[in-house]
């Protein structure tokens, strides 16, 4: 059997094509930046842990408690979001995260006293600015003003 050298070309190329978006698609498991919502999350609660050194070892427990849970879920729901890529409304999605970050807050204020809870405050508000930073210089608004 001889196959022309045109024909194998035509086949290395169809090959190719046809592996393209496997080789750009995002890989299973970390997000591009490295860090999964796992790492995120025990990013937070270590950050908390150092701002806040005069937590009980009850606090601690209950901090740990929660912050797994949130893990869990976040993992869930983002696993969900992949899944139904097409299907879901992105402002649902949104609304669902923005929920559970308020109940995980909830939950936190009811273990820490106020002066706890204004640090945890002053920090997540310091990680939320830094996230919308970077998430405008990607994708920047558009800020110009039409006249009418």
Do not use: C, W
């Amino acid at each position: 059997m001889h196959i022309s050298i045109k024909t194998a070309l035509l086949a290395s190329f169809l090959v190719a094509l046809f592996n393209i978006p496997q080789v750009f698609s995002q890989p299973p498991g970390r997000p591009p930046g490295g860090m999964d919502m796992s790492d995120m999350v025990s990013r937070e609660k270590q950050t908390l842990y150092k701002n806040i050194s005069n937590l009980s070892d009850d606090q601690k427990l209950l901090l740990d408690g929660i912050y797994d849970e949130f893990a869990l879920t976040m993992k869930q729901n983002m696993e969900e979001m992949r899944n139904n890529r097409g299907s879901m409304d992105r402002e649902s999605m949104r609304a669902k995260m923005d929920a559970l970050r308020e109940e995980k807050n909830n939950l936190i204020k009811d273990v820490l006293n106020s002066d706890q809870y204004a640090i945890y405050l002053d920090q997540i508000e310091s990680a939320f600015g830094a996230r919308r930073r970077r998430t405008e210089q990607v994708n920047p608004a558009d800020t110009t003003v039409s006249d009418q």
